[in-house]
């Protein structure tokens, strides 16, 4: 069932979600074509932002209207923690089974998290 008041959210973090596949897809892109022992960091990087911020996003905009403002707040705050929890064991597998580097892996992840918020400003505006 879809309900309109959640449709121009769900709109807007799909477009926000593509934007950040395209920039991952740029980013490991030029990446691999400079530093190519990076790449696997660089990526890593990057998905530990848009999986979790994707998740975010889909649990956000299950519910809408004013009749389920409890369901909304809920949502959110445990969308919320689900991203953290997500970034978190992201972060750890990096770390310790793929041996990422920190900077390349740090430095995606800034890259894509300011390029959604950048994203957002410019669809909304």
Avoid: D
């Avoid at 490991?28 to 848009?50: D, K, M, N, P, R």
């Avoid at 929890?85 to 580097?101: D, E, G, R, W, Y």
């Amino acid at each position: 069932m879809q309900n309109g008041l959640a449709t121009a959210g769900k709109v807007l973090a799909v477009k926000g979600v593509i934007v950040q596949i395209i920039m991952t897809f740029l980013v490991t892109l030029t990446v691999a074509l400079v530093q190519y022992e990076f790449v696997v960091s660089v990526l890593i990087g990057c998905l530990s932002f848009v999986v979790p911020h994707s998740i975010f996003a889909f649990w956000v905009f299950r519910h809408a209207g004013a009749t389920k403002s409890q369901l909304v707040a809920q949502s959110f705050s445990q969308g919320m923690k689900l991203k953290l929890f997500l970034t978190v064991i992201f972060f750890a597998i990096a770390f310790s089974q793929l041996n990422a580097h920190p900077l390349p892996l740090l430095g995606a992840y800034a890259i894509i998290m300011v390029s959604q918020w950048l994203a957002m400003y410019k669809i909304k505006h």
